[in-house]
């Protein structure tokens, strides 16, 4: 119980300081709330589900990652931020693909969540349709986030181009699902044995 308060306390400083951080003179403020809402939803489901559906530590860390992912992000718009710039500059490219990084956690961070959701409400056990339903999940997910972009963007063209990020790539949404694709599959991949032993400590 003790190490689970230190894990907890851990995740809401680092969470919190992300945030307040990212809070402080973004480039653009509704460009901010767009991008930092998903991170503090997901701080409320956590919260009300914390005693009656408690996760795995390696949920949480995925989650807090994605967070922090979203307010670096919000904070630059994803087209300015610093690391992705030098990437740019590195590989003579001719956009900031810091975007891909938040569609590809945008599969995998999601992955793990549907994974852990499905078999520990027994909806599916471990073989092949668990991994065939948990990436339809997240090929649902990013779809529908793209929807929620082209709509915001229609409800403000000011915040359109760079909450979207598209950088005049005529591909982006397509791509975007790509990278959501290859995240889902790469955790399924490399972490289903690591969450199965996770789970079974919860006795799943």
Not at 109 to 129: D, F, H, K, S
């Amino acid at each position: 119980m003790a190490s689970m308060n230190v894990r907890t306390a851990g995740w809401l400083t680092v969470f919190c300081v992300v945030l307040v951080w990212s809070a402080v003179e973004p480039y653009d403020r509704l460009t901010w709330w767009l991008e930092v809402l998903p991170a503090l939803l997901a701080l409320g489901v956590l919260a009300a589900t914390r005693h009656r559906f408690p996760l795995t530590p390696m949920l949480y860390l995925l989650v807090l990652i994605h967070a922090v992912i979203l307010m670096v992000g919000g904070h630059y718009t994803y087209a300015l931020v610093p690391p992705g710039e030098w990437v740019q500059h590195l590989t003579g490219g001719d956009r900031n693909d810091y975007d891909k990084l938040g569609h590809l956690a945008q599969g995998f961070i999601p992955a793990i969540a549907a994974r852990e959701i499905l078999l520990r409400n027994q909806v599916l056990g471990r073989g092949g349709w668990l991994w065939f339903i948990v990436i339809c999940i997240c090929l649902a997910v990013s779809a529908f986030y793209e929807l929620i972009e082209w709509w915001a963007a229609m409800l403000s063209q000011e915040a359109a181009e760079s909450f979207l990020g598209t950088q005049g790539y005529v591909w982006d949404t397509q791509s975007d699902m790509f990278w959501a694709l290859i995240g889902a599959v790469s955790a399924l991949l490399l972490l289903s044995r690591w969450h199965d032993r996770q789970l079974l400590h919860l006795g799943h």
